[in-house]
T-cell receptor, first 112, second 113 residues
Framework: DQQVKQNSPSLSVQEGRISILNCDYTNSMFDYFLWYKKYPAEGPTFLISISSIKDKNEDGRFTVFLNKSAKHLSLHIVPSQPGDSAVYFCAASPSGNTPLVFGKGTRLSVIA | EAQVTQNPRYLITVTGKKLTVTCSQNMNHEYMSWYRQDPGLGLRQIYYSMNVEVTDKGDVPEGYKVSRKEKRNFPLILESPSPNQTSLYFC????????????FGSGTRLTVV
């Protein structure tokens, strides 16, 4: 039973346009959500997070939006750059010290 | 430099030959974890440890062992590797509060023939 779902395995976007990566979750008790970025032959790196008490968090070109009623979050990258091409993982933190739950990832390709 | 170090980066071994993948972190993190990444399956947790001498099973613990004798090290042990354990493995660490995010190692690509 997947608690965190990334339904799009891949996404292609033109350089300079907006990339929108989506993530759905089933557990309303998650208190933090995070996005990780992974390049080939490297470990995932933390990108941005959002608390469940907020609906938006912005860091430079990256913005995460949280819609608690829909149990949906999205990562917006504006403008997209070729260096953003990577696999993006959505993750959720249950309350307490329970480990993060990861989605299966979405491969983003930014085309020059 | 704050980092998680895994060794080896690449390993080819034969079925049944015991192996250990080491993981070490220099950030004094309480929490450490092992994941495997397989095509179409994303990151699946094998084992995790909230602190020294405390370990728990993740989603796919079968065929693996771990130990946490000291805070900085969290080795992954495959007592009798099988071909279905061919995968890309990642070690991660964090402070106990997860919203700080995990720091991942660079990965170990294991092939069992």
């Amino acid at each position: 039973d997947q608690q965190v779902k990334q339904n799009s395995p891949s996404l292609s976007v033109q350089e300079g346009r907006i990339s929108i990566l989506n993530c759905d979750y089933t557990n309303s008790m998650f208190d933090y959500f995070l996005w990780y970025k992974k390049y080939p032959a490297e470990g995932p790196t933390f990108l941005i997070s959002i608390s469940s008490i907020k609906d938006k968090n912005e860091d430079g070109r990256f913005t995460v939006f949280l819609n608690k009623s829909a149990k949906h979050l999205s990562l917006h990258i504006v403008p997209s750059q070729p260096g953003d091409s990577a696999v993006y993982f959505c993750a959720a933190s249950p309350s307490g010290n329970t480990p993060l739950v990861f989605g299966k990832g979405t491969r983003l390709s930014v085309i020059a | 430099e704050a980092q998680v170090t895994q060794n080896p980066r690449y390993l080819i071994t034969v079925t049944g030959k015991k192996l250990t993948v080491t993981c070490s972190q220099n950030m004094n993190h309480e929490y450490m974890s092992w994941y495997r990444q397989d095509p179409g399956l994303g990151l699946r947790q094998i084992y995790y440890s909230m602190n020294v001498e405390v370990t728990d099973k993740g989603d796919v613990p079968e065929g693996y062992k771990v130990s946490r004798k000291e805070k900085r090290n969290f080795p992954l042990i495959l007592e009798s590797p099988s071909p279905n354990q061919t995968s890309l493995y990642f070690c991660a660490s964090s402070l106990t509060r997860q919203e700080n995010g995990y720091t991942f190692g660079s990965g170990t690509r294991l092939t069992v023939v």
